[in-house]
């Protein structure tokens, strides 16, 4: 797979590659996940060449969708993967409508029963409930051991088969830039100097589309998503119309 200086990312990938043999070769179906948005990312770069010369097919799913965490699965050509063969159940963690209970609250208390981040997939919160993608097979142990989150007392339902609470909300940007370049675009998102943004960058706190992005000069298009180290995600709506100054009209959204 060539030289990669992340060992994690290279464990990973070598599980990949594994589980693409074992499809081919073998016929066994094989899934790896809860997977980031950056795994997914490095994931994507590698298939094509990991897959030339397998007869097999392969997919992400999370659950539901526009899921940001999830499993990828490949198998034989001849096993279509539908969404029913992913090892991933939903379950609903109810709590008082009045408490204020966050992803953050509710990751830390999972992980506190000694699950694994990997075997967490997303959570989406809302009032009184929140619904959690995970492993199949972890549910019950999660029935029968979560019983608070934080001071908050819980109650554990599964498989949770309602409607989701709302996933994302968005606060919208409006703005002008010179030119669609990353450090002058993070100028504006970020409301920092044009000197700011580039330390940000060079930094290596700056991710474009998952993926750790060096270089300030990098144009940025519409559909673009921006995750930027502490200080937060942004998509890439338009950056194209020109002002009567010759600048470019830039519109994007911060998740919140």
Known sequence: MGCISDPNTARLLARVEDAVCRADELAIPTFIGFLSEEETAE????????????????????????AQRVVWGVADSEHLLSNEDFPILPLAIRYRRQATISHRDILGSLLGCGLRREAIGDIICGDGFAVVYVHRELAPYIADTLDRVGREGVSVEW?????????????????????????????????????????????????VDHRLQLSGSMPLKPGHILSIRGKGKFIIDECSQSTKKGRLVLKARQYI
């Open 43 to 66: 994931i994507l770069q590698v298939l094509p060449r990991l897959c030339s010369g397998h007869d097999v097919v392969w997919r992400f799913f999370g659950g539901a969708t526009a």
């Open 159 to 207: 498989p949770y088969v309602g409607e989701l609470p709302c996933r994302v909300s968005f606060r919208p940007i409006v703005g002008t830039v010179a030119s669609p370049r990353l450090d002058a675009v993070l100028k504006v998102l970020l409301s920092c100097s044009r000197e700011q943004a580039a330390d940000l960058v060079k930094a290596g706190l700056v991710q």
